[in-house]
């Protein structure tokens, strides 16, 4: 007996002792999931679903969260910035054993639903793959514990007088406009984006000039960008500005 799934977009046919890569399942190692979407069965009785099988499902156990193969994406642009990059990608999998296939009582058998990682929280994800935080957001996150100190000790003191504060004032603006670098002169980075960059301890043109593959996969996912490093090639950008 055979049957069809579909999950994280696609299908696949499926018998019991099947080892299968899937799109990543929001699940630990070594528990059984359950695949609800079956649009067909095979067998002695072959059932088509319109488009899914009532109350049939595809059980199987998850053996490991792991990677594809890496995929090679190389972009070279002619006109505006005579730039070529060459970047690397893997896909995050789950590898999967099927086990029993059910034509019936699916809603009975009390087992978890296979969910994609897609449809769930990040810190859902973060607790199934143990990474609680990419290497990239720790110096961020560092940065901004250490404000608050940096704060308390620049806070005048009760007993200081009125007139003493608002000298004060003008020196700290200067020194936020004297730190960093004007991150808008990136084509395609704007104030929004800039104020992001800001929020996540970016600042400096020397610090996106260093970003690695894996600093850009991480940023790009946490704020959403969708490629658009890569797209319009900041990182080369940054390094033609840095050098002044």
Same mark, same amino acid.
Request: without cysteine; charged residues 30%.
């Given at each position: 007996?055979?049957?069809?799934?579909?999950?994280?977009?696609?299908?696949?046919? &499926?018998?019991?002792?099947?080892?299968?890569?899937?799109?990543?399942?929001?699940? /630990?190692?070594?528990?059984?999931?359950?695949? /609800?979407?079956? %649009?067909?069965?095979?067998?002695?009785?072959?059932?088509?679903?319109?488009?899914?099988?009532?109350?049939?499902?595809?059980?199987?156990?998850? $053996?490991?969260?792991?990677?594809?193969?890496?995929?090679? /994406?190389?972009?070279? !642009?002619? !006109?505006?910035?005579?730039?070529?990059?060459?970047?690397?990608? !893997?896909?995050?999998?789950?590898? *999967?054993?099927?086990?029993? *296939? %059910?034509?019936?009582?699916?809603?009975?058998?009390? &087992?978890?639903? +296979?969910?994609?990682?897609?449809?769930?929280?990040?810190?859902?994800?973060?607790?199934? #793959?143990?990474?609680?935080?990419?290497?990239?957001?720790?110096?961020?996150?560092?940065?901004?514990?250490?404000?608050?100190?940096?704060?308390?000790? +620049? =806070?005048?003191?009760?007993?200081?007088?009125?007139?003493?504060?608002?000298?004060?004032?003008?020196?700290? +603006?200067? =020194?936020?406009?004297?730190?960093?670098?004007?991150?808008?002169?990136?084509?395609?980075?704007?104030?929004?984006? &800039?104020?992001?960059?800001?929020?996540?301890?970016? #600042?400096?043109? =020397?610090?996106?000039? =260093?970003?690695?593959?894996?600093?850009?996969?991480?940023?790009?996912?946490?704020?959403?960008?969708?490629? !658009? $490093?890569?797209?319009?090639?900041?990182?080369?950008?940054?390094?033609?500005?840095?050098?002044?």
């Amino acid at each position: 007996m055979f049957a069809v799934i579909k999950t994280g977009g696609k299908q696949y046919k &499926v018998a019991s002792g099947d080892m299968l890569r899937v799109e990543r399942i929001a699940a /630990n190692a070594g528990e059984t999931v359950q695949f /609800n979407e079956v %649009l067909m069965l095979g067998g002695d009785k072959p059932q088509v679903g319109a488009p899914l099988i009532e109350d049939a499902a595809v059980q199987a156990e998850v $053996v490991d969260q792991i990677k594809g193969e890496k995929v090679i /994406n190389f972009v070279k !642009r002619r !006109r505006k910035h005579s730039s070529k990059r060459t970047k690397g990608h !893997r896909q995050k999998l789950t590898l *999967i054993k099927i086990g029993d *296939i %059910l034509a019936t009582g699916a809603g009975k058998s009390k &087992v978890m639903a +296979a969910v994609g990682t897609g449809s769930v929280s990040a810190a859902a994800v973060a607790a199934i #793959t143990g990474k609680f935080a990419d290497e990239a957001a720790k110096p961020a996150k560092a940065k901004k514990a250490a404000a608050p100190k940096a704060a308390k000790k +620049a =806070a005048p003191k009760a007993d200081a007088e009125p007139k003493a504060e608002k000298k004060a004032a003008p020196k700290k +603006a200067a =020194a936020k406009k004297s730190d960093g670098d004007d991150l808008s002169e990136i084509s395609g980075v704007g104030p929004v984006i &800039v104020g992001k960059l800001h929020a996540e301890g970016i #600042t400096t043109f =020397a610090q996106i000039a =260093a970003w690695t593959d894996a600093d850009v996969e991480a940023i790009e996912e946490k704020l959403s960008f969708k490629g !658009r $490093v890569g797209r319009e090639d900041w990182i080369a950008q940054a390094k033609e500005l840095a050098k002044g």
